[in-house]
């Protein structure tokens, strides 16, 4: 390991995303009483301008007022390029001390993330708040992902990122129009058979992104979050966007409807089968530290201590879905 250690953020569960627009008021109680681990309170691009003030006024309004349970509770703030960063920052972090979180939208640079937790520490030193919150930035620009890794170490508060794909692929000019889907032209071709046939595979065009912020935020101890799947018709391709960003070690998705948060939470929940192998491999290890060996077979596989933190990673997540 190197000599350079650093401190995990603060630990939450982080498997599914709620969005809820901050004008859709009729939404708040069933959001309060979803199964998402996270809720956001939209205040950005859901809202049109002219409905931002009430939207504001809406979302104090409902974490004063209902009752969120355990849930971690956050509200997207518009961009620091609007004329309604501010007043989302002071009127909604004045007033709601049960809120947990801000999430920072279209961050560029480092600088971005020091001028809202400025703002937010004038707020709490005056107003005596009790509670720290956390920031979770949107990665969604080109500059924001060139300057992603000084992004990752720009605030004490930073706890996660979220790939925002959509104005991703925008700032970008990706040949798109899907939110998070993959495209028809992203392909590769299998060199021809005997018969001139030739196979066609498609691929990912968002995994380079994906996987650059995810080294980001695991060197510096925050937690990666997978951006929207716009078709929410398409529980067959949510599930695939979320497969394939769960293998890369994404910690959790977002979900623009309620029906995706379950099936965010079943993708980012250990199965049985991995929690048992788990236990198996951190067993294993024990008898083989007893023994004086470094490492150990199991299964037919060598297992060394790459594989207990692999292991012990997986149980402590496991545990914490299971205190609920």
Same mark, same amino acid.
């Given at each position: ?28 109680? $069933?959001?309060?009483?979803? @199964? &998402?681990? #996270?809720?956001? +309170? ?28 355990? $849930? ?32 920072? /939208? $279209? ?10 937790? *400025? ?11 009790? $509670? ?56 590769? +071709? %299998? ?32 937690? /990666? ?14 599930? @695939?966007?979320?497969?394939? &960003?769960?293998? +890369? ?31 198996? #491999?951190?067993?294993? *290890? ?10 150990? %077979?199991?299964?037919?596989? +060598?297992?060394?201590? @790459? ?18």
């Amino acid at each position: 390991m190197s000599f350079t250690l650093i401190e995990p953020a603060t630990p939450r569960l982080h498997r599914s995303e709620l969005a809820v627009p901050g004008t859709r008021t009729e939404l708040f109680d $069933k959001a309060a009483a979803s @199964a &998402a681990d #996270i809720v956001f +309170l939209d205040l950005e691009d859901a809202v049109a301008p002219d409905d931002k003030p009430q939207a504001r006024r809406n979302v104090v309004q409902a974490l004063n007022e209902l009752d969120w349970g355990s $849930k971690t509770t956050m509200v997207r703030i518009n961009g620091l390029d609007t004329p309604y960063m501010y007043r989302d920052v002071i009127d909604v972090v004045e007033a709601c001390p049960r809120l947990d979180m801000l999430l920072i /939208p $279209k961050v560029g640079t480092a600088a971005d993330v020091y001028a809202v937790d *400025m703002l937010v520490t004038q707020i709490e030193q005056a107003h005596g708040r009790a $509670k720290r919150l956390g920031f979770e930035v949107l990665i969604e620009t080109a500059l924001g992902m060139a300057h992603v890794e000084a992004i990752a170490q720009a605030s004490r508060r930073l706890e996660a990122m979220s790939f925002g794909v959509a104005d991703y692929a925008a700032s970008t000019r990706a040949r798109t129009t899907v939110i998070g889907g993959v495209h028809p032209d992203s392909v590769v +071709l %299998s060199d021809p058979d005997a018969q001139g046939r030739r196979e066609r595979f498609w691929t990912d065009p968002w995994h380079a992104a994906q996987t650059r912020m995810l080294v980001a935020c695991r060197a510096y101890g925050l937690r /990666p979050v997978d951006g929207p799947f716009g078709d929410f018709s398409d529980p067959e391709g949510f599930l @695939a966007a979320a497969r394939r &960003a769960a293998v +890369l070690g994404y910690e959790g998705k977002w979900a623009i409807h309620p029906s995706q948060v379950a099936m965010a939470n079943e993708v980012f929940t250990p199965s049985e089968a991995e929690v048992t192998k788990a236990r198996r #491999i951190v067993e294993a *290890m024990a008898r083989a530290a007893r023994e004086g060996r470094g490492a150990v %077979s199991l299964d037919g596989r +060598l297992i060394d201590i @790459a594989s207990i933190r692999m292991a012990e990673a997986l149980l402590a997540k496991a545990d914490a879905i299971a205190r609920g």
